[in-house]
């Protein structure tokens, strides 16, 4: 089975700045990667399908991409509600979550 | 408007069962792939298992043989029993569905917490 490996494990970030989280794949995948942000207490939300496909209504200053092994989310221009937990995804496996803070 | 809402989490002592419950309003749960995902206090998001359209389904090793996942299309609800439950099991379990392999987990339910403990 596939594993996801992502880091950093947490993030420290300020608002209006840029971020970008990685997630590496035990071995070459497809573009079947997706992104999901939590808040505390809350449901992940789908922010990116397909490794760099933004659902609609999600900002445009994520962005995914990456292929074979590696993969990012890059957040830009930081606002404050982007402060939470990003887990990458593939098939049945997780990453282990970046929390940004 | 599409929505999973989840069920009948609580409190039980290792060995026990339970039953959670994910009924989904604005689509029809059989045509689509439904997966079970659970977070332990303070960890990342763990697959635990999935019903494909056709009824197929699959688990995670560490639940294989102790859960199982049922689906009544006459009440559009997904049922997970978790029987010989461990302390390990005490997490926040989430159902979500997708379109099928490679798609994305589109659309997540609230999520019950389930607490295993003498």
Same mark, same amino acid.
């Given at each position: ?5 992502? /880091? ?68 830009? /221009? ?24 | ?11 039980? +002592? ?17 045509? +689509? ?86």
């Amino acid at each position: 089975d596939v594993q996801m490996t992502q /880091s950093p494990s947490s993030l420290s970030a300020s608002v209006g700045g840029r971020v970008t989280i990685s997630c590496r794949a035990s071995q070459t995948i497809t573009n079947s990667v997706n992104w999901y942000q939590q808040r505390p207490g809350k449901a992940p939300r789908l922010l990116i399908y397909g490794a760099s496909n933004l659902k609609s209504g999600v900002p445009s200053r994520f962005r995914g991409g990456g292929s074979g092994t590696y993969f990012t989310l890059t957040i830009t /221009s930081l606002q404050p509600e982007d402060f939470a937990t990003y887990s990458c995804q593939y098939s049945d496996s997780f990453g282990q979550g970046t929390k940004l803070e | 408007e599409v929505q999973l809402e989840q069920s009948g989490g609580g409190l039980v +002592h290792p060995g026990g069962s339970l039953r959670l419950s994910c009924a989904a309003s604005g689509f029809t749960l059989r045509s +689509h792939w439904i997966h079970w995902v659970r977070q332990r206090p303070g960890k990342g998001l763990e697959w635990v298992s999935r019903i494909t359209i056709d009824g197929s389904t699959r688990f995670a090793d560490s639940v294989n043989g102790r859960f199982t996942i049922s689906r009544d299309d006459t009440r559009n609800t997904l049922y997970l029993q978790m029987n010989s439950l461990r302390a390990e099991d005490t997490a926040v379990y989430y159902c979500a569905r997708d379109e099928g392999a490679g798609t994305p987990l589109d659309f997540w339910g609230q999520g019950t917490l389930v607490t295993v403990s003498s």
